[in-house]
T-cell receptor, first 109, second 113 residues
């Protein structure tokens, strides 16, 4: 069964303290892996799409990587404005989407 | 990227009533997606709406409970019918972007009392 598991559920960091969020997945043919940011009371905001193992993408303090079993979202020197819930989703070859339950990140000044 | 206007942003409804949620996109899109996000949980796809055809519902969701309209390439509605407290959730519409990502509306926070 296709599924996505994100860890940790919650993460508290001090400003400037780098860390990584994990997204483990099992899927019947990966068409794409997506990372989103969701602020309270808002819809998810698209960050990255990764398509194949070994692929990496960067945007400001965020870097997403992909292996055959998991993806990491690395946050370098985070700022309080990076506080949000980060969602991971996979799309299989049948165009079905499966979302993880998210990691709630809190960056304290 | 596409801009989605979703209405209402929130509502409190009595059980047994229905609520219709609207999504307007600023560009023409082939498929629109409707999701539910229950408190503290992840997103679950309700259905995919193509213009000019019946929506395709995911397992566990039925047309009588969640009727969807898709009258043109920029607009869709989702109705939550005969509501119960278990329907309290955030409902989101989404469209596919050409760059491989998906854009979401801001969501409708529904509370059923």
């Amino acid at each position: 069964e296709d599924q996505v598991t994100q860890s940790p559920e919650a993460l508290r960091l001090q400003e400037g303290e780098s860390s990584s969020l994990n997204c483990s997945y099992t899927v019947s043919g990966l068409r794409g892996l997506f990372w989103y940011r969701q602020d309270p009371g808002k819809g998810p905001e698209f960050l990255f799409t990764l398509y194949s193992a070994g692929e990496e993408k960067e945007k400001e303090r965020l870097k997403a990587t992909l292996t055959k079993k998991e993806s990491f979202l690395h946050i370098t020197a985070p700022k309080p404005e990076d506080s949000a819930t980060y969602l991971c989703a996979v799309q299989n070859n049948f165009n079905k989407f499966y979302f993880g339950s998210g990691t709630k990140l809190n960056v304290k000044p | 990227s596409a801009v989605i206007s979703q209405k209402p942003s929130r509502d409190i409804c009595q059980r047994g009533t229905s609520l219709t949620i609207q999504c307007q996109v600023d560009s023409q899109v082939t498929m629109m997606f409707w999701y539910r996000q229950q408190p503290g949980q992840s997103l679950t796809l309700i259905a995919t709406a193509n213009q000019g055809s019946e929506a395709t519902y995911e397992s566990g969701f039925v047309i009588d409970k969640f009727p969807i309209s898709r009258p043109n390439l920029t607009f869709s509605t989702l109705t939550v019918s005969n509501m119960s407290p278990e329907d309290s959730s955030i409902y989101l519409c989404s469209v596919e972007e050409g760059r491989g990502g998906y854009t979401f509306g801001s969501g409708t926070r529904l509370t059923v009392v």
